[in-house]
């Protein structure tokens, strides 16, 4: 519990002390009123001051000048009556404050939840020196630098290890309890836990782009983005609260006038009792207090399991969504490809690998890896020269002098090389010499363990149509397709035909929403299109995770399933107390203004329905059986 909570706590307890005391002690006039006057005073100096200074700000109908009007009036009322019934001001300031206190360890327990996250940040960073380490702050640290993580230590920079065997422990990025060992050559990301060996690690990022600042980025914004039912809470309030307002100075004035025109008492007295009920019972905190919190909570649930959600906005999206388009490599299969074959070889086979991996040696797409790590040698980069890379094709070079063409179908047919088809289930690399046709290489990718059941999984969550879109060839994309379960399959697309089809899809569309799932460079424009765009984070492109607006930290497609299943619970939620806040409130507001509510109803409907509320939106923090 912070200094604050303890602090309204203290009064919350000497103002009941108070109140049970004066309710038994026989004191009347004068020390009776000083008394409950000073006990209101404990209880409610702070919210008299809030309602003042939102007066003189301009901010006059907001919840504290709700209270400070009911309740001095209340007191105005007894004092004019002469009843000494001054515990019902008190009462409702009270419990009022009760539920404020309720409402901050609410609050508080869910920032907590997310503050278990804000641990990953890393404190510093070990370089060494004169054979000694030195901490130094990770923005310090430039690319390329070596820091050393000791057993136990968080890795603050992503990089690679140089030198070292460990165990880290991802539980904090991506909710997944499983150690993972890396080795030599292993790529790391900051906010791992290190658990084992001393680690060596040449960073290849700053501590401003590297994995965990921006993990910390999102969630901290995550509240900037609002969703459609905050905004809708926030006009309610702007519009209501005058509107209750004006509603109970019409209720404390114009019955008593009516009733003096038809020559009956005009019960003043009464009709303003029923006005401060009924302005006590028009408080909206449930409303504005848990609608905010329900959303915080999901998105705090959602992060501890490795799902970022950017913003409650896309929260909302998520629940709404209908069809998922997913990209297949490094989405839904490893991306890991292997060099399966050679076939229709004019020359030797190793030869054939040397000439592809060097001609694809400048680039990092997961192809141009499986060639270099078929080659098995170190590339000599001096050997080739004039590389230029054909977008969806391949790539062109000059090897030991002669012209190679690496790449499919269209690239032949660009260089205008005839070339024999292959039937073999897989991506084909077609390689070409000085324009004569040297063979083709298989290469196939590894669905990843989970894809299948992400699928299955998907439909129990709601979803009505799984799309993919490829720009492997047909045969590839149809058999990993079929394997799967996907609905409808796509395949041979370049990126503009993948944002192409989005939108063909997008209009086609009968209801519901629809995300797309990527990791790639050339998936961030179709990221941003789609309603709502879903990225790999763990092996994914900076410029997917960037464009995305659900990040995956541990790349597991089966999580899409779950974020989906928690942005449903979060949104019942939501509902549920607008419901129950709204119908209460105006049950309560009837029954006031018919003069069959008492103070005690309203203290109910205002902070019992808040209580209530705040508990149910507490829920959605917890989704780890979802």
Not at 72 to 84: H, K, M, P, T, W
Not at 161 to 183: C, F
Not at 260 to 287: H, K, M, N, Q
Not at 509 to 518: E, R
Request: proline share 3%; aromatic share 6%.
């Amino acid at each position: 519990m912070t200094k604050k909570q303890k602090k309204m706590l203290a009064r919350v307890l000497v103002t009941a002390l108070m109140m049970i005391l004066l309710a038994i002690l026989p004191i009347s006039g004068i020390p009776q009123f000083v008394l409950y006057l000073f006990a209101y005073i404990i209880i409610g100096y702070d919210i008299l001051l809030k309602a003042f200074r939102g007066i003189l700000n301009g901010r006059v109908f907001d919840e504290n000048f709700l209270m400070a009007i009911a309740t001095v009036g209340a007191f105005a009322l007894a004092i004019y009556e002469q009843s000494g019934e001054y515990s019902e001001a008190i009462a409702v300031m009270l419990f009022y404050q009760i539920g404020e206190l309720f409402q901050s360890y609410a609050v508080g327990k869910s920032r907590r939840s997310i503050s278990e996250l804000m641990d990953i940040r890393p404190d510093y960073a070990n370089i060494e020196a004169d054979g000694k380490l030195t901490q130094v702050s990770p923005d310090e640290v430039e690319i390329g630098s070596v820091i050393i993580v000791q057993p136990g230590e968080k890795i603050p920079i992503d990089g690679v290890i140089e030198d070292g065997i460990s165990t880290l422990n991802t539980s904090a990025l991506t909710g997944e309890s499983l150690p993972r060992d890396v080795h030599t050559g292993d790529e790391v990301i900051s906010g791992c836990v290190n658990m084992t060996g001393v680690l060596r690690i040449k960073t290849t990022k700053a501590f401003g782009e590297s994995t965990v600042s921006k993990i910390l980025d999102l969630v901290e914004n995550a509240s900037s983005r609002k969703s459609k039912s905050e905004d809708f809470i926030s006009k309610f309030a702007r519009i209501y609260t005058p509107a209750v307002c004006g509603s109970a100075l019409a209720l404390a004035i114009i019955p008593s006038i009516i009733r003096l025109i038809v020559g009956l008492p005009a019960e003043f007295g009464d009709w303003i009792y029923r006005a401060l009920t009924f302005l006590v019972i028009s408080c909206p905190c449930a409303l504005v207090v848990s609608i905010p919190l329900s959303f915080f909570a999901g998105i705090g649930g959602a992060s501890k399991e490795g799902i970022l959600i950017k913003g409650s906005n896309y929260l909302e999206t998520l629940s709404e969504t209908k069809y998922i388009v997913f990209d297949k490599t490094g989405t839904l299969t490893e991306g890991s490809f292997e060099v399966n074959a050679i076939h229709h070889g004019t020359i030797d086979n190793s030869r054939l690998i040397e000439l592809a991996a060097l001609a694809e040696s400048a680039s990092s797409h997961p192809i141009s890896k499986s060639l270099q790590h078929a080659y098995g040698k170190e590339l000599d980069w001096s050997r080739v020269s004039d590389i230029t890379e054909i977008s969806g094709e391949g790539v062109t070079a000059t090897v030991d002098g002669h012209s190679v063409a690496v790449g499919n179908g269209k690239l032949m047919r660009r260089i205008g090389t005839e070339y024999i088809l292959c039937h073999s289930v897989g991506t084909i690399i077609h390689v070409a010499v000085d324009g004569n046709y040297c063979g083709h290489i298989v290469i196939s990718d590894v669905i990843k363990p989970n894809s299948k059941e992400a699928i299955k999984s998907l439909r129990q969550s709601g979803i009505e149509k799984t799309i993919m879109l490829s720009g492997d060839s047909k045969s590839v994309a149809e058999s990993v397709g079929n394997e799967l379960g996907i609905d409808e399959v796509h395949g041979e697309l370049m990126p503009d035909d993948k944002v192409a089809k989005v939108e063909e899809l997008l209009k086609s569309k009968q209801n519901g929403k629809l995300a797309f799932v990527g990791d790639g460079i050339n998936d961030a424009p179709v990221l941003s299109r789609a309603d709502i765009g879903i990225a790999m984070g763990a092996m994914g492109s900076d410029a997917a995770i960037e464009a995305a607006d659900v990040v995956l930290m541990d790349d597991d497609p089966l999580k899409i399933s779950k974020a989906i299943r928690i942005s449903k619970k979060c949104l019942r939620i939501v509902k549920e107390n607008i419901v129950f806040a709204i119908g209460v409130k105006l049950i309560c507001l009837i029954l006031g203004a018919l003069g069959m509510a008492s103070m005690w109803l309203a203290i109910f409907a205002d902070v019992g329905v808040m209580v209530l509320a705040v508990l149910n939106a507490i829920r959605a923090l917890f989704v780890k059986k979802l």
